[in-house]
């Protein structure tokens, strides 16, 4: 079937639109909501926000944003994904350590997914929360000044709840 | 000089994001004072009476910034950048996520200083927590009265939106960022035309940080010649203050401006880690040109002093490195950093940065040559001064090369290091 917003998504939109004088700053936003549903951004998906926010938007100039900003996840990511900052403040608080750890816990490399799907691992630039480091994100939430045994058993927990 | 708070007096309470948390310790009184009985013209005054300079990096004079808007008919446009992400700087998300509604009524008094009824508060897309925070201070904010039409009756109108980025630390720039928020990709704009002039969907635009507007309800309560005594005559007012790195205690400090960087290591952040000895200091976020110890004990934390170091306050985030730091590999870091951050428009960027990354990557993995220092001077050259839109090449030279300079032995180590083991072995 192909990609409608889900009716959160389609609640958000509507709430969009009369904030901005110009259709094509809906863009950013449009490409956030794709991704809360699907997890990424892929052609169809943006083919469907073209379309939604409506002429003079080309599927090009979505393409053109999705393509420029790293959050938008370009291929599906794990269900639960795993951004380590690695930039000097965090890396002065032994971010290195942490990525090890993830990638030698999960059994994958720097940018790769689990076979499960559950996690995919990533070394990130500055998250902005550089006197709390290392600071990990996964999905929305900043685990921060974590150490090697919490990222492991927060690993755990979440590999549970998976 | 020292630990001073203006803008976080109230910061600890459980509910100072909340609207009755800010107002029972007399938020939105400033807000009031504006709309009801300032003109435009008194607003702009006063602030530029209190000498306020903006927060994110530059220090421009925030009255000064408004008084260029010119009274046209067209729609104006302020927006708030709050897409903190320059290595070392979170004092941002301390606001974001603490005091919403002091952001929110410094905004309002500043749409009323430049006329204008639209805003956009644009925040890093990462600081979830703090989108979310500060939409819910907007909505109460709607629902009292504090935003939209006629608000508080007094017959202005304003009309606030949250946007979020989308993980590009180039949109802190802020004619990029306004490239954002028209739904672009975030390329810098040729300038001029300056945003006062022509800047979101071409008009007229004026773009504070979220640290700067956060001042303005303060500068009206006690009064612009009042806030002008708070720090040094040329930079007044306090500083939010993000210190990371090898210091005891790391955090956000709201300090005078003026304070010496020594006090605000030794004594506010409790002195180096494990009572090791200090190598460095970047004072004012990853941009600014490295200091050694000697000469971050003779600074204070000022617009000018720092300039007179030949570095700059930038963003007010303060990395601290210690003897045990290799500036190698901290260099490596910063210069991966824009590397990853060019937007590409320019050659000079899009190539140097990542040419200086690898060269340092290089040099790090002991393969370094002289003639590789010399090529990361060469390349510095080509990549700073004017050759590109905006200042994300040269930010990145400042990042390298007074490291490369003033740390020079380190580097020449690791060149050796590798000889000496192909010797060795």
């Known amino acids: ?100 750890k993830a990638c030698e816990k999960l059994g994958i490399q720097k940018g790769q997914t689990t076979k499960d799907k559950l996690f995919t691992v990533e070394e990130v630039q500055c998250l902005g929360a550089c006197g709390f480091g290392p600071v990990v994100q996964i999905n929305e939430k900043y685990h921060e000044k974590i150490t090697v045994e919490e990222l492991d058993q927060l690993l755990v927990s979440l590999a549970s709840k998976g | 000089m020292g630990l001073k708070k203006v803008l976080t007096t109230h910061i600890e309470k459980p509910d100072s994001h909340t609207l009755a948390g800010y107002k029972a310790v007399g938020g939105y009184t400033a807000v009031a004072k504006a709309l009801k009985d300032m003109t435009a013209e008194q607003i702009i005054s006063e602030v530029k009476t209190s000498g306020l300079r903006g927060r994110g990096g530059a220090g421009f004079p925030t009255g000064n910034k408004w008084g260029f808007i010119p009274k046209t008919e067209k729609p104006k446009y302020l927006v708030c950048n709050g897409d903190e992400g320059e290595p070392g700087t979170y004092k941002d998300r301390l606001l974001i996520e603490n005091l919403p509604h002091m952001l929110i009524e410094g905004m309002i008094i500043a749409a009323k200083a430049i006329d204008s009824h639209q805003g956009y508060i644009y925040i890093r897309g990462e600081f979830f927590k703090g989108i979310d925070i500060v939409e819910k201070a907007v909505e109460e904010a709607y629902s009292s009265g504090l935003l939209g039409k006629n608000i508080l009756g007094s017959g202005y109108d304003f009309e606030l939106a949250v946007y979020s980025g989308a993980g590009a630390y180039i949109c802190g720039e802020e004619s990029a960022l306004i490239n954002s928020l028209e739904g672009r990709r975030g390329h810098p704009r040729l300038k001029p035309p300056f945003p006062a002039v022509s800047g979101l969907y071409s008009c007229p635009t004026v773009v504070n940080n979220v640290e700067t507007f956060c001042n303005v309800p303060h500068i009206l309560n006690m009064g612009g010649e009042t806030y002008k005594k708070i720090g040094t005559e040329k930079s007044p007012g306090t500083r939010l203050f993000a210190v990371s790195g090898h210091v005891e205690k790391q955090g956000i400090y709201e300090v005078e401006l003026g304070t010496p960087l020594k006090d605000l290591i030794f004594e506010i952040c409790g002195g180096i880690k494990g009572g090791k000895a200090l190598k460095a200091v970047i004072p004012g976020g990853s941009s600014a040109p490295i200091l050694t110890a000697e000469e971050a004990m003779t600074a204070t934390m000022d617009f000018e002093s720092i300039a007179s170091l030949k570095s700059m306050l930038g963003s007010g985030a303060v990395i601290i490195l210690s003897e045990e730091a290799d500036l190698v590999e901290t260099t490596y870091r910063l210069a991966s950093f824009y ?29 370094g040559t002289e003639e590789d220092l010399q090529l990361i001077g060469a390349l510095s050259r080509n990549m700073e001064g004017g050759t590109t839109i905006c200042p994300l090449a040269d930010a990145c030279v400042m990042a390298v090369r007074p490291a490369l300079t003033k740390f020079r032995s380190e580097f020449l180590a690791k060149l050796r290091s590798k000889k000496e083991v192909a010797t060795v072995g």
């Open chain 1, 1 to 100: 079937m192909p990609y409608t917003f889900s009716t959160e998504s389609e609640k958000r939109f509507q709430k969009l639109v009369p904030q901005f004088p110009n259709k094509r700053s809906l863009i950013l936003p449009c490409l956030f909501l794709l991704q809360r549903d699907q997890g990424f951004v892929d052609h169809v998906g943006m083919e469907y926000v073209a379309k939604r926010i409506g002429d003079p938007i080309s599927l090009a100039q979505v393409h053109g944003v999705a393509t420029f900003y790293t959050m938008y996840n370009k291929k599906p990511v794990g269900k639960f994904h795993v951004q380590i900052c690695a930039n000097i403040s965090c890396y002065l608080a032994g971010s290195d350590g942490i990525t090890k």
């Open chain 2, 339 to 367: 590397a990853h951050e060019s937007c590409g428009q320019c050659t000079p960027c899009r190539e140097g940065t990542h040419w200086v990354k690898d060269i340092l990557h290089k040099i790090k993995d002991g393969e």
